[in-house]
Nanobody
Framework: QVQLVESGGGLVQAGASLRLRCTAS????????MGWFRQTPGKERAFVAA????????TYGNSVKGRFTISRDNAKNTVYLQMNSLKPEDTAVYYC????????????????????WGQGTQVTVSS
C-alpha cells in the first residue's frame, strides 16, 4: 500500500504560478505512472497531467497544455505539478494518484486506472 501526500495549493491571482507537490510513502511503486486530477463541486474528477517513470513520458489535459508541467524526482518519491499562467477556471481541488497495476499500453489519463489517491489540495485562482 502507498500513501500520497499533496501540498502547495493556495489562493493566487490570475496569471500567477503555483507548484504542487505529491510525495509517496514508499518506493515500492516507483515505476508506476503517477497523475494529477482536479475536481470542482458537482463535477467528475478531470485529468490534468500524468507521467510514466520510464522515459519520463508525460501527457496533459487539453485545458492545461502549455501552462502546466509535470515532473518527478525519483530519489524523493515526489511528483510535481508546475502551474503557470493560472486562470480562474483552474480553481479546483487537485489530487495526485498512482496507478500501481498499470501496463505499458494503458491510458494514463484515465482516472479508473489509478488505485491510490491523495487527500487533495485546494487551488483557488481569483480574477
Amino acid at each position: 500500500q502507498v500513501q500520497l501526500v499533496e501540498s502547495g495549493g493556495g489562493l493566487v491571482q490570475a496569471g500567477a504560478s503555483l507548484r504542487l507537490r505529491c510525495t509517496a510513502s514508499t518506493r515500492a511503486f516507483s515505476n508506476s505512472p503517477m497523475g494529477w486530477f482536479r475536481q470542482t463541486p458537482g463535477k467528475e474528477r478531470a485529468f490534468v497531467a500524468a507521467i510514466r517513470w520510464t522515459a519520463g513520458l508525460t501527457t496533459y489535459g487539453n485545458s492545461v497544455k502549455g501552462r502546466f508541467t509535470i515532473s518527478r524526482d525519483n530519489a524523493k518519491n515526489t511528483v510535481y505539478l508546475q502551474m503557470n499562467s493560472l486562470k480562474p477556471e483552474d480553481t479546483a481541488v487537485y489530487y495526485c494518484a498512482v496507478a500501481t497495476t498499470a501496463q505499458a499500453m494503458d491510458d494514463i489519463s484515465s482516472a479508473g486506472l489509478y488505485d491510490y489517491w491523495g487527500q487533495g489540495t485546494q487551488v483557488t485562482v481569483s480574477s
